[in-house]
């Protein structure tokens, strides 16, 4: 009885030991400790020489960015950039959709077209598209719908009048956009078990039904993120449209820099309403993947206060911070 207490007592010891040795109290803890702390001081050093240099720039005139950042034209320019990101994305997700679902099909045509599209979309750069579909009308003067080989003609129309710079500039995103949601799709769903569609169609549910109600709601936490992520780029790629004369935010702010000869303040105001418009976006998608991912862990992911906080308490209080972790 004494030596199974002795081991006892030795066992509670060690265990006392190991939990009472802290990492910061190591010589590597407190090393790497100082390390963390090098590290924060470097960056906030960067960070306030970075804003003095903003701040006391010349180059930039704060007040002439004051003026132009509620100017009209600039404000009719964020406008079409928001138009054109809602719309190139409505059309990237929904052919998106469709092209993962061929891809995902049995048929080897439906297949090889889906494989065909990504190939040339995903190969070729967009500012290329946007100039190609732009110029459509030199490769295909008219547009036409009918029987094809000869067959005859149900639909025809001048290509200059169906492509404008408006339907070549949603067209060039969306369809580019369309090339890389068909794979996040076609990710997310194969990420859903292959016994919950089985499941499905022994309940008597279709396929189509199957995967509308069942496959793509659990899908959901896996398409989320590179999709905002991809809104968020599509965003900043509409300002490759301002080669064919698009009148969004770049081509607006080029427009007025070209006649009054301030290019870095107005550059600095495209640079900001970009940054807003993306900040505001990241938001959206935060709350979108909680919504999301709400049945996919026990705890949903913390919020953008909850995170600051923490950050917060680990630098001030790095010990406590610790003791949290090891709880």
């Excluded at 009048?161 to 995103?173: E, G, K, N, P, Y």
């Excluded at 799709?185 to 499941?199: P, W």
């Excluded at 007025?256 to 990241?282: D, E, G, H, K, R």
Aim: proline fraction near 4%.
């Amino acid at each position: 009885m004494s030596a199974t207490r002795s081991d006892s007592d030795a066992s509670v010891t060690a265990l006392d030991d190991h939990v009472e040795r802290r990492p910061q109290t190591t010589p590597a803890g407190v090393a790497l400790t100082i390390l963390r702390w090098v590290v924060r001081i470097v960056v906030l050093v960067l960070l306030i020489d970075v804003v003095r240099i903003l701040v006391t720039s010349k180059t930039i005139e704060w007040g002439t960015v004051a003026h132009y950042l509620t100017f009209g034209q600039i404000l009719s320019g964020v406008l079409t950039t928001l138009e054109l990101t809602v719309a190139g994305m409505a059309i990237g997700i929904a052919l998106g959709v469709i092209l993962a679902l061929m891809r995902l099909s049995s048929s080897l045509v439906m297949n090889m077209a889906a494989s065909g599209y990504l190939w040339l979309f995903r190969g070729t750069p967009l500012l290329v598209q946007i100039l190609f579909l732009y110029n459509l009308a030199s490769f295909i003067p008219r547009v036409t719908i009918g029987v094809p080989f000869g067959g005859p003609t149900l639909v025809s129309s001048d290509t200059n009048s169906l492509i404008t710079v408006t339907s070549a500039a949603i067209l060039a995103l969306g369809l580019n956009q369309a090339a890389y949601m068909c794979e996040i799709v076609r990710a997310g769903i194969l990420s859903v078990d292959e016994g919950q569609l089985e499941a499905s169609l022994a309940l008597g549910m279709t396929r189509r039904r199957a995967m509308r109600r069942i496959i793509l709601p659990q899908a959901m936490p896996v398409i989320i993120p590179p999709t905002g992520n991809n809104a968020i780029a599509l965003l900043k790629d509409s300002s490759l449209v301002s080669v064919i004369s698009m009148k969004e935010l770049l081509y607006q702010a080029q427009l007025i820099y070209s006649a009054q000869f301030n290019t870095i303040p107005l550059l600095v105001v495209v640079c900001i309403w970009y940054l807003a418009m993306t900040t505001v976006s990241t938001i959206g998608q935060h709350y979108l993947e909680r919504h999301f991912g709400r049945g996919t862990t026990r705890t949903s992911p913390p919020s953008f206060r909850q995170r600051f906080g923490r950050n917060l308490t680990s630098i001030l209080r790095p010990g406590r911070a610790a003791e949290g972790v090891g709880a």
